[in-house]
């Protein structure tokens, strides 16, 4: 097992390369075309953050990441690469790992609340433009004043008809409500809800806590998201990690640099996150990235092509792994130019040459030195993982899931008592066209037994019946402290 004091030994040329854990916080890269290595290079840094009691989230977009779970074995290319590099202490093992799905299938069930999620990703969610993103975030701020819950998505379809209907009542406070504008939300909802919106919205929602967990022995969980189905929707898959490093941002305390991370999460295919994405959206993007790491935090991103990256993002991203990169296009070309240009140069080595003719399994490696300056680049071949490659068998997933200490907190989905229901309870208490007195807010009660049972699973909404201000804080720092528009 490595030490969190040495290096993690993640490749070697002639001479082993390693990756400081003090400077892992500081973000990196893996990338590379298609069957260069990027998923092994996954795996490996992955297994050796976990191995120093790191713990570690990835998404699984290929099906193939369930095999840190178990311990590999000797075939030939591996044996061949293991007598190539002299490992000599070399051991197979697997890795602690913690199996999630958004659609509850092939792994614990994961649930956001429409609260924390908030108008500002909503919003792109929903391909919404800035008018319509103005009336969702004047619901969302209806909705705080009344003291009513977004849970779900049932609470926020009732929110837009209830504000929609009662449009002139809200206007002198609030401003105009385009009733096109709401028709148009409530039919991006039900395109979200085919999608499987209907799943991933509710409770109970995920408590980060339960990613940074290690195992007896004193390992990192290696959290895996199956993102194969997600991957089919590709805005929900980029929205919903997006989310994640938000609330990450959002709950956890500064710490500066610590000796090693927090939790390393990776995002891999990358280009889904910035493709498309607005300016305002992408500062957003770029200032969490940006701050994050002062939280513990290391993002390290997976993608085919390093332009793939905006070059403010790309900036922060100091320890690299970059496999072979073809140059068949114009745009290929640029990419290895690119690329090549990104590292602190070797004079022993033409980059931009080297990256074209890289086999599978070499990279050009630079990792980041004690005083934060980036190594010299070096041709090196990623160690071999001490996990299975590839896919472990549907009966040994579904061992792993009812064998985790979280087995049964987020499997039954609950379902309190939030706007839907109280606005369906008072939907005759004013008359047409004027705002409904508000309802008494929320005092802080005490569980139900049955509460208590699956406190847990409800933290996300015991967070959320707060005052208005804690409902607005707690909503995402990228739909409140970055700020939506009002």
């Not at 004027?434 to 509460?451: D, Q, V």
């Not at 607005?472 to 409140?480: D, N, Y």
Request: with cysteine.
């Amino acid at each position: 097992m490595p030490d969190a004091s040495s290096g993690l030994l993640i490749a070697q040329s002639d001479q082993p390369l390693y990756l400081l854990p003090a400077m892992a916080n500081r973000h990196g890269l893996i990338a590379g075309a298609t069957g260069t290595g990027k998923t092994v290079s996954l795996q490996v840094v992955a297994e050796q953050f976990s191995g120093i009691g790191v713990p570690v989230f990835m998404a699984d977009v290929k099906g193939d990441l369930s095999g840190v779970s178990q311990a590999g074995t000797a075939k030939p290319k591996i044996a061949e690469r293991i007598t190539q590099l002299g490992l000599r202490d070399f051991a197979f093992r697997g890795c602690p790992v913690t199996f999630w799905d958004v659609f509850g299938e092939q792994g614990h069930p994961v649930r956001a609340t429409i609260s924390e999620m908030g108008p500002l990703l909503l919003g792109r969610l929903l391909n919404l433009n800035e008018t319509q993103e103005g009336v969702l975030t004047m619901v969302f701020r209806i909705a705080d004043d009344q003291g009513l819950l977004l849970l779900d998505l049932k609470d926020l379809r009732a929110m837009l008809q209830h504000v929609g209907d009662n449009a002139s009542g809200y206007k002198t406070q609030y401003g105009n409500v385009s009733a096109a504008s709401v028709g148009t939300i409530q039919r991006g909802l039900l395109t979200l809800e085919e999608q499987g919106g209907t799943t991933f919205f509710g409770e109970p929602a995920l408590d980060l806590d339960d990613l940074m967990q290690t195992d007896a022995e004193g390992r990192g969980m290696i959290n895996i998201l199956a993102a194969d189905k997600l991957l089919q929707t590709p805005k929900i898959y980029a929205t919903f990690l997006l989310w994640m490093l938000s609330e990450l941002f959002e709950r956890l305390p500064e710490v500066g640099d610590p000796e090693k991370p927090k939790l390393v999460f990776f995002f891999d295919e990358a280009h889904l996150l910035f493709s498309d994405a607005p300016k305002p959206l992408l500062e957003k993007i770029e200032q969490v990235v940006r701050l994050v790491r002062s939280k513990g935090v290391g993002i390290y991103f997976i993608t085919q092509n390093p332009l793939d990256v905006p070059d403010i993002v790309l900036g922060q991203l100091g320890n690299r792994v970059q496999h072979a990169l073809r140059a068949f296009t114009p745009r290929d070309q640029k990419a290895v130019k690119a690329a090549a240009e990104t590292f602190r140069g070797n004079p022993k080595l033409n980059v931009e040459k080297v990256i074209t003719e890289l086999a599978v399994g070499e990279a050009l490696v630079s990792f980041l030195e004690p005083k934060g300056a980036p190594g010299i680049v070096e041709r090196a071949f990623v160690l071999p993982p001490h996990g299975q490659i590839g896919p472990i068998t549907p009966d040994q997933r579904q061992t792993i899931i009812k064998s985790s200490t979280i087995f049964g907190h987020y499997e039954v989905a609950v379902d309190r008592e939030s706007a839907y229901e109280r606005l369906r309870g008072r939907q005759q208490a004013a008359p047409q066209g004027t705002p409904p007195p508000a309802l008494p807010r929320p005092a802080k009660e005490k569980p139900s037994e049955a509460e208590k049972l699956i406190s847990s699973m409800a933290q996300s909404a015991i967070r959320a019946a707060g005052t208005q201000i804690g409902r607005q804080v707690m909503r995402g720092v990228l739909g409140s402290i970055f700020g939506g528009k009002r």
